[in-house]
């Protein structure tokens, strides 16, 4: 797909992002940023930090609310219901019940401490989708097979490490079926011998058709898994590509000088 | 390090190695210890040879008067503490909550309840009925105030009022202290407010809330007795009603000491369980985790 085809407007798109901006305070976290992702899509995102690249990943599921623009998510606009020509703002519950189309995956991990493995990945089809405990004690279990933890199901937070703590978010947020998969610097805390386990796990999921939108650092990872990368400095948009032209030959001078920095 | 010990200086300390060890001797702690044991000593012949009837003291000690007392005592304690929690969370969520007026009534609250005394408190709430004869909604029912508001409910107001007052701010820091992590993971998997606050956030708070508030219901125990002086029965008064009758003052006071000391002893023993319970995360055997997820209740 290239980056024209993909402006926000597309019929088919997942997630529609149409001129959003965000401030905090005086300072403009996001600015005009329009981008769209077609479902069963790896979409990465880069950039230096500070870019507004996970302040765009956690408007996308509400954890921070848009000053402007409208985002569109599994054809439905988010945060507001339309009534005429006006926008309503949505309630609590609403704004909850959105948010299970999206899976967010922390670059702390942010496991519940006081729970075990399983019970992170039950709580929430256990308290918010009211499923039945068998059933997806048993569907939690299968999930931690395949993030390669089967053992650890009873191991508290504490006494996991990073990288399996990580592989437990992941299990938690695949728990609540979501549509789209958010990876918020799911590498950055760990240390380096721990990022190849957890990359393992993000491959196989593409694999398997999900759609992900990962903010990382780790350009190799990108180039491989991504259909499309976006560089993103000061709160915007700078360049939009396939991963071998945005990676390897930028057009942008601040792509290049980006890469070339990360690389170093 | 060995190349610069030479082997002469190696053997000779291979042979000190091998000598007796005599153990310091602490003089100054026997010393201390001796001094320490005369003055107990000294003490208790006191109390033997004083004024006290020890028989008085364990004929009292099991008086259906004093159980009754220690049962309001009791459900005193219990009473004005459950208050006192309920209290103390719904005011900690107001003055966290976003909304103003919420937060403005939360720190009223906060503020008269910990800015008076509390047998000022009693005092007012005993008084009631001197300010509003009747109580109720008006036009729906109405009640005397004197029938009311009598010494318990006097006494479980005022306890309960004050104590939701420190407990709010004990809840607050207990909140504060769950990382705000914690709540984006819960909004992230679709949990609304309130239920991120019951299933992730206070059950976190609750290892640094458990604490001191189990500080405070040994606290409580104690405070009920100021409840004597608004004619609720609980156990000082009863002990004091007996002694204004047969004038044996101190063995009375000793009866109620002893309970006192008793279920300070017990709840102290409940309280390191608790903490225990509270500490997970941090401990248990994988054995029990696994049982606990297959039984848990939703």
């Known amino acids: ?264 | 390090m060995s190349d610069t010990t030479s082997p002469i200086a190696g053997r000779e300390l291979a042979a000190v190695a091998q000598l007796r060890i005599v153990p310091r001797r602490f003089y100054g702690r026997w010393v201390a210890a001796a001094a320490i044991l005369a003055v107990l000593a000294w003490l208790v012949s006191a109390f033997v040879e004083g004024d006290i009837a020890w028989p008085v003291v364990g004929q009292f000690f099991t008086a259906p008067a004093i159980l009754s007392g220690l049962g309001n005592t009791l459900i005193m304690t219990v009473c004005a503490m459950a208050l006192g929690v309920v209290l103390g969370v719904v005011f900690a969520i107001m003055y966290m909550s976003p909304n103003p007026v919420l937060r403005g009534v939360a720190l009223f609250y906060i503020w008269f309840f910990r800015g008076t005394p509390l047998l000022l408190q009693l005092l007012i709430w005993f008084n009631l009925a001197l300010v509003f004869p009747t109580i109720g909604i008006p036009g729906l029912f109405s009640w005397r105030t004197i029938d009311v508001i009598g010494p318990f409910m006097a006494t479980l107001l005022g306890l309960g009022m004050n104590q939701g007052a420190y407990t709010a701010e004990v809840v607050r820091g207990g909140i504060l202290s769950v990382d705000t992590g914690q709540t984006e993971a819960a909004k992230a998997i679709g949990m609304t407010r309130l239920t991120t606050l019951r299933r992730i956030v206070l059950p976190q708070a609750m290892r640094v809330i458990i604490p001191p508030v189990g500080n405070e219901v040994i606290s409580m125990v104690k405070l009920t007795s100021v409840a004597s002086v608004i004619q609720y029965a609980e156990i000082l008064r009863n002990a004091q009603t007996i002694y204004y009758a047969n004038a044996r003052v101190i063995e009375l006071l000793i009866v109620a000491a002893g309970w006192y000391l008793l279920v300070v002893t017990l709840l102290q023993i409940g309280q390191y369980f608790l903490e225990r319970h509270f500490s997970k995360g941090r401990g248990g055997s994988r054995k029990q985790r696994a049982a606990a997820v297959e039984e848990e209740p939703a």
């Open chain 1, 1 to 264: 797909m290239s980056a024209v085809q993909s402006q926000a407007g597309s019929d088919t798109a997942i997630v529609s992002v149409a001129h959003v901006s965000k401030f905090f305070g005086p300072f403009r976290a996001l600015n005009d940023v329009s981008l769209s992702i077609e479902p069963g899509m790896v979409q990465c995102i880069i950039g230096p930090s500070g870019s507004g690249k996970s302040t765009l990943l956690r408007c996308i599921n509400q954890l921070e609310k848009i000053d402007q623009g409208a985002i569109r998510l599994d054809g439905e606009l988010i945060g507001y219901r339309r009534v005429g020509d006006e926008l309503h703002e949505l309630s609590d519950a609403e704004i909850a019940r959105q948010r299970l189309a999206t899976g967010m995956v922390f670059q702390r991990f942010n496991l519940f401490n006081h729970m075990t493995a399983l019970q992170n990945i039950i709580e929430g089809p256990l308290t918010v989708l009211k499923r039945p405990r068998k059933e997806i004690v048993a569907e939690a279990t299968a999930l931690l097979e395949r993030v390669g933890l089967a053992d650890k199901r009873d191991s508290y937070p504490s006494e996991l490490s990073g990288g399996q703590q990580q592989r437990v978010a992941i299990a938690r947020a695949l728990a609540m079926r979501p549509k789209i998969m958010l990876f918020d610097e799911p590498t950055s805390a760990l240390d380096p011998e721990l990022v190849g386990e957890v990359l393992n796990v993000m491959r196989d999921l593409a694999a398997s058709g999900m759609t992900m939108i990962v903010v990382t650092h780790e350009l190799g990872f990108a180039r491989e898994v991504a259909n499309d990368v976006v560089f993103m400095a000061r709160g915007e948009i700078v360049e939009r590509g396939a991963p071998d032209v945005v990676l390897v030959a930028p057009t942008q001078a601040r792509t290049r000088e980006f890469i070339a920095a990360v690389l170093k």
